[in-house]
């Protein structure tokens, strides 16, 4: 392997660990943070979804948005599973308001078994962003591996403290 691919490969790995601990709450009782306002649908393969819920995090050198149909809220990053349901990822340097390109985007699918997907193919502009929200727009539409990913729409959701 070279160097350039090894480092891709470890790259991707810390990304997908980072959304997964990002987007733990499976087996709680708690329910989800309601989107403020928006409509955001996503697709992973066949199977689509409207997002219901969602959250900005803050994280070590990155910033996370979760928008999914299952029970994603302020919270999540703490669990240890993740949600049932079908879910995104959006990873930003920040979330000051500002146009992103090439941002990382991973669709996930917990239905019976576990499976997400993304590429850095993704764009969004934080259109606001306050203590208490931020809001915005997303354009995704990818393949990986010959799945067929999308997240588009706009977004309101809670900023965790």
Known sequence: MTKKWKLQKT???????AACAAF???GSSE?????????VTGT???HTFTAVNGFAYDADGSSIIGLGDGPLNCSSPDKPDPPS?????????NLEVGTYGQVMITIYRNVGSFEGKGTNAGSVE??????????GTVAYTDESDGTALALNGDFEVVHCP
């Open 24 to 26: 733990a709450a499976c």
């Open 126 to 135: 934080i259109t606001a962003s306050s203590a208490e929200s931020v809001a």
């Open 31 to 39: 329910s989800g943070e309601p989107l403020l306002s928006g409509t």
């Open 85 to 93: 349901g079908m879910m995104a990822g959006i990873t930003l340097p």
């Open 11 to 17: 790259i991707n790995a810390l990304l997908l660990l």
């Open 44 to 46: 992973y393969g066949d």
